[in-house]
């Protein structure tokens, strides 16, 4: 039904910087709650980030708390999520996703099963 779609992917340095992006078909992306999600290989999809559907809540994991920043343009049906002071522990394919459930808490909203639609990933390889 929903349609997601990554980019902004790519090789950088580490202290650099990334601009994620993510497309939804249709007029989805204002009644979803939106998440952003990596994975390393051999390991599990981890919780980057989340934002409400009316973009005026968010919540963060560890990793990513200080410096990546997610927001979304419902206008556009696109959410980004902006990745500074990039580290090589960043390195990982990074996904974004969506729910019709409401951010209601971390530890609810921050699991992979919550969520009912996918991406299909971008790659982000930080250097030193």
């Known amino acids: 039904q929903v349609q997601l779609v990554e980019s902004g992917g790519g090789w950088v340095q580490a202290g650099g910087s990334l601009r994620l992006s993510c497309a939804a078909s249709?007029?989805?992306?204002?009644?979803?709650?939106w998440g952003w999600f990596r994975q390393s290989p051999g390991t599990e999809r981890v919780f980057v980030a989340t934002i409400s559907r009316n973009g005026v809540t968010t919540l963060y994991g560890d990793s990513g708390q200080g410096r990546f920043t997610i927001s979304r343009d419902n206008a556009k049906n696109t959410m980004y999520l902006q990745m500074n002071s990039l580290k090589p522990g960043d390195t990982a394919v990074y996904y974004c996703?969506?729910?019709?459930?409401?951010?209601?808490?971390?530890?609810?909203?921050?699991?992979?099963?919550?969520?009912?639609?996918w991406g299909q990933g971008t790659q982000v390889t930080v250097s030193s």
């Open positions: 996703a969506a729910t019709t459930s409401g951010l209601t808490g971390r530890e609810v909203i921050a699991r992979v099963e919550v969520y009912q639609y």
């Open positions: 249709g007029r989805a992306i204002s009644t979803y709650t």
